[in-house]
């Protein structure tokens, strides 16, 4: 059974999980009911993961998104751009294999941001039911999940979760910090 977590809270997934090596971690969110069928485009929102060492980005390799679905090392594989967000179930996933994130790298950051948002004028308000969940891909069971329930009004970026190293055991740490960042470039920015 999965654990549920709340904004701010860490579960040591390996030992939930003994030998726990390959994730998946799903991203998924709703479009929020378009007021009287108006908003505009879809909302396009963008996962990612950053990949720090010593808890800083310091190569723009270590960024995995729709523009670079593979980490050099393979152990972070992004499994591709949904557009709309709609339909039930993720929306996006990012593959990790523990055992192959390069030893200096200690924190894999899953962040989300909504494409073109300035131009479309857009923002975390109009998303609904936005979650990350950390899956076993062995066994296809859930560890973990995280729902967001803030108030993410005017926040045009979601910095949703973390998976960090820590001697030899991974953790999850729920953030679902809102940030009113344009673009990925300037999320990534935030640890540099």
């Known amino acids: 059974m999965a654990i549920s977590l709340s904004k701010g809270q860490k579960i040591n997934l390996t030992k939930e999980k003994e030998g726990l090596n390959k994730i998946r971690v799903g991203l998924g969110w709703d479009e929020a009911k378009k007021f009287l069928g108006i908003f505009g485009a879809d909302v396009d929102c963008d996962a990612s993961a950053i ?48 055992k192959s994130v390069p030893s200096d790298v200690d924190r894999i950051v899953f962040v989300v ?43 045009t970026a979601m910095i949703m979760g973390e998976v960090s190293k820590e001697g030899n055991e991974w953790q999850f740490h729920a953030i679902g910090q809102g940030t009113d960042d344009a673009k990925i470039g300037q999320l990534v920015n935030r640890f540099s």
């Open 113 to 155: 941001n909504i494409y073109d948002c300035i131009a479309r004028r857009q923002h975390f308000g109009m998303v609904k039911n936005a979650y990350i969940r950390i899956e076993d891909q062995g066994s296809r069971s859930e560890l973990c999940r995280f729902n967001l329930t803030d108030e993410y009004n005017g926040c």
């Open 51 to 98: 990949l720090l060492r010593n808890g800083k980005f310091v190569d723009k390799k270590d960024l995995v998104y729709f523009g670079n679905l593979k980490h050099k090392s393979g152990s972070v594989v992004h499994c591709g751009d949904n557009l709309t967000g709609s339909g039930a179930g993720d929306d996006e996933q990012i593959l990790v294999e523990l």
